[in-house]
């Protein structure tokens, strides 16, 4: 069984989650409390020298980097659909899942963790930065999802587990997806149940 040291509130943690329960895996989860700086703890640093959740655990294995969990996990388990062969479709599957490390993961954190998480610590001209940051990162999703139902084409693959992490994550701070594709997309990925059931009850 593997054991997946998360958090609720952390999207990283959640598209992890969102896949091992697609894929009917047989997982435990260890709850780290954010609040009260488990993570900065000497045992949890020891885990993961990152002190980031998550941290995945398979045998002797520890991986961080959630979306190197992702692709873990599909390579072990032969998940073919969800992280496609296909050279093009590969490739296309990569890109999403670097463009939001890479370019959507800094702007949900501007925006979320600077205005709602860290309070009255959130550095508002971060807040003001992800908001532009997402003007232009929403309107590129948007466009992509015009051409194809899932970001990778008609079936959805890790790359949108792993952006719609982030765009859950959007929604705590009330930024919800306005293009028309974007938001059909996010529901069709809002019903899968691994999806509902990574959600922070
Ligand atoms: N690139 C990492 C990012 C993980 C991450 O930023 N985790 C956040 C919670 S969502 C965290 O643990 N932050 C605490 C810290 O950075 O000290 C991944 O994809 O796993």
């Given at each position: 069984?593997?054991?997946?040291?998360?958090?609720?509130?952390?999207?990283?943690?959640?598209?992890?989650?969102?896949?091992?329960?697609?894929?009917?895996?047989?997982?435990?989860?260890?709850?780290?409390?954010?609040?009260?700086?488990?993570?900065?703890?000497?045992?949890?640093?020891?885990?993961?020298?990152?002190?980031?959740?998550?941290?995945?655990?398979?045998?002797?294995?520890?991986?961080?980097?959630?979306?190197?969990?992702?692709?873990?996990?599909?390579?072990?388990?032969?998940?073919?659909?969800?992280?496609?062969?296909?050279?093009?479709?590969?490739?296309?599957?990569?890109?999403?899942?670097?463009?939001?490390?890479?370019?959507?993961?800094?702007?949900?954190?501007?925006?979320?963790?600077?205005?709602?998480?860290?309070?009255?610590?959130?550095?508002?001209?971060?807040?003001?930065?992800g908001?532009?940051?997402?003007?232009?990162?929403?309107?590129?999703?948007?466009?992509?999802?015009?051409?194809?139902?899932?970001?990778?084409?008609?079936?959805?693959?890790?790359?949108?587990?792993?952006?719609?992490?982030?765009?859950?994550?959007?929604?705590?701070?009330?930024?919800?997806?306005?293009?028309?594709?974007?938001?059909r997309?996010?529901?069709?990925?809002?019903?899968?149940?691994?999806?509902q059931?990574?959600?922070?009850?």
């Amino acid at each position: 069984m593997y054991t997946l040291y998360h958090a609720p509130y952390s999207q990283h943690s959640r598209r992890i989650i969102s896949l091992l329960e697609q894929a009917g895996l047989d997982y435990k989860t260890i709850s780290v409390n954010m609040e009260n700086g488990d993570y900065l703890s000497d045992w949890y640093r020891a885990i993961n020298p990152n002190h980031q959740v998550p941290t995945f655990i398979d045998d002797e294995l520890i991986i961080y980097e959630s979306n190197a969990v992702l692709r873990y996990l599909c390579l072990k388990h032969d998940l073919q659909a969800w992280y496609p062969h296909e050279l093009k479709t590969r490739a296309t599957t990569e890109q999403w899942l670097d463009w939001n490390q890479c370019l959507l993961a800094p702007c949900v954190e501007n925006i979320v963790l600077h205005g709602v998480f860290l309070g009255a610590q959130g550095d508002p001209a971060r807040v003001d930065l992800g908001h532009t940051q997402w003007q232009e990162r929403e309107a590129i999703l948007d466009s992509a999802l015009a051409i194809t139902p899932y970001l990778c084409g008609d079936q959805p693959t890790i790359a949108d587990l792993s952006v719609a992490s982030n765009i859950f994550q959007l929604g705590i701070a009330d930024v919800e997806p306005a293009g028309s594709s974007l938001q059909r997309w996010y529901d069709a990925m809002a019903s899968l149940q691994g999806f509902q059931k990574s959600l922070p009850k």
